[in-house]
């Protein structure tokens, strides 16, 4: 249990009858056979360093707001099922745990690019433009503020690292990686798919800044299948639209929250990790939570 929640904090999910675990940054996944087992944790990962203890809720709601996205968007997804009726037996026992906070998803060949579409001048970004002028390389227009709309949505895509630090890449060698023709591929669909995104998230209130989408493809047939989660706190910057204001960092309900607070004391963003103060904890699990609710419409129970 958490001492300053009293909710309990899942730091990872283990049944050794289900085999061999692989552990992501947040998500622990089993081999099912011919399927894989999803199981969001607690843990928080910020500057691609894993925190000790939790955000409560937080695997549960990363999870349910990937659900409600998958149904939202109709897009071709990995999902199989989120029902506690097709979880394997050996499962039975730990339903506490599981409950709202996994999924049963299909194999897919995992393309290895992380394809980044930022619609507003944030983070790197934004410190990349004050001295180049530039966006991963890419040339942006003069006289651009912090926060900024930017003409038009940009595909900027990364390595991905199970554990140390993506790197941003040009097209051409994300091209190079994955053919010329899968690079288009990825980027004309997740730029379809951060649009559509958008143009709900705004109809509640919320501005979707940039975010990160990772695909697979379906060996049987080609096809690109969204993959992992999508448009959480964990993978995107969310902005309170009445709120916005360009030339400055804006409020936000994400990740974001717990960087700054790191920035501010001064840690060198190297393991090992820092214990988060009890307040920056509940903090970050209230703003979770208020942007689950603002996305779906639906209370947090």
């Known amino acids: 249990m958490s001492e300053t929640t009293g909710v309990k904090i899942l730091r990872e999910f283990n049944v050794p009858e289900l085999g061999p675990v692989r552990r992501g940054k947040v998500r622990d996944v089993y081999d099912l056979g011919d399927r894989l087992l999803f199981v969001a944790s607690d843990r928080l990962s910020a500057f691609d360093v894993v925190f000790p203890g939790g955000i409560p809720h937080k695997g549960r709601l990363l999870t349910q707001l990937s659900l409600f996205w ?54 790197s970004g934004w410190k990349e433009y004050q001295r180049l002028g530039t966006v991963c390389s890419i040339p942006l227009p003069a006289g651009l503020l912090e926060s900024s709309r930017l003409p038009e949505p940009l595909f900027t895509p990364s390595t991905k690292a199970d554990s140390g630090h993506d790197e941003n890449i040009s097209f051409e060698t994300a091209a190079s990686m994955v053919g010329e023709e899968m690079a288009r591929r990825l980027r004309d669909r997740s730029l379809e798919v951060y649009l559509r995104a958008s143009e709900y998230a705004r109809t509640r209130g919320i501005i979707i800044a940039d975010t990160k989408f990772e695909w697979g493809v379906r060996e049987s047939t080609g096809e690109l299948v969204l993959a992992d989660e999508v448009l959480t706190p964990d993978s995107s910057r969310f902005w309170p639209a009445d709120r916005y204001e360009p030339g400055r960092g804006q409020p936000s309900f994400d990740k974001q929250y717990v960087r700054d607070h790191l920035i501010a004391t001064g840690w060198d963003q190297k393991p090992p990790a820092p214990e988060l103060p009890p307040g920056i904890v509940q903090e970050t699990s209230a703003r979770y939570i208020e942007i689950y609710e603002r996305l779906t419409g639906r209370s947090w129970e």
């Open 70 to 123: 998958f149904e939202r968007l109709g897009v071709e997804s990995h999902l199989i099922s989120a029902d506690p009726a097709d979880l394997p037996e050996s499962c039975a026992g730990r339903a506490d745990d599981l409950r709202g906070r996994f999924m049963i998803v299909e194999k897919l060949r995992m393309l290895p690019v992380e394809c980044i579409i930022r619609g507003y001048l944030a983070g």
